[in-house]
Structures are given as C-alpha cells and as structure tokens.
C-alpha cells in the first residue's frame, strides 16, 4: 500500500515535471534571449498587436510596458484609472512605460485619437 502510494507521487512529479519542462520549450521566457524584457504593444492598422489583446499584471508586481507607434498616423496609450499617458506618438516613436497597481481589476486601455478601434482590457490579479 505505502509502496504504491510512493510510485504514484512518484509519477506525479515525473509528470509535472515532464510537461513544466514541455512548457518551457514551447514558451520560452521573455528574461532570456530577447533583449526586449515587458511587453511590447505595437499599434499598427489602428490596433494595438493586431487583436487589441487582454494584458495581464499581478497587484504589486510593476510590469514594463513599451509603446511603439509603427503606423504612419499618430496614436497614444491612456489607462485612465492606473495613471499611464504616452501622449502621442508619431511614427516609429515608441514610450516606455509601466502597469502598476496596488489593487486587482479591470481596466480599460485605449487610443484617444482612435477610442473605436483601439481598446483592450488590463486585467490586474490578486497577489
Ligand atoms: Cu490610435
């Protein structure tokens, strides 16, 4: 009995530690190679990243965030509710910034001159 329960915490950790490993691989981590650590939204085609994506943060865990304006109109990054402003951009102007927050939720990004096309949500998640 206590052998068995021995083998499947065994292969527990085999597993885990197969598919950590996988994952790894098919994700490797921003810190290494690129030079590039945060994230990196590109606005382009009045979208940022093409899909507007979600971006995720951790409460008291600032993340570098870099604006790069590669269209050929201007366009700025306003998160009213967590401070940030790039003020415009034109083209391949780019503005460092950060996500920061104390407290979890939703906040909305955008672009002031394109608000229609140019949104997306952070989401800020308990520590
Ligand atoms: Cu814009």
Known sequence: ML???????AVSFITVGVIWAIGNFTHPSQESGSTHKGLLLIAQDNLFNRTNPKIFATVYRPEKLDILN???VRHDFIVDKLNINTAYLS????FPTAIASSKPGTFE???SLHP???RGEIIIRPG
């Open 109 to 111: 990004y955008y672009c």
């Open 91 to 94: 083209s391949e102007q780019d």
């Open 70 to 72: 590669k269209d050929f």
């Open 3 to 9: 052998n068995n329960i021995i083998a499947i915490v």
């Open 116 to 118: 229609m096309t140019m």
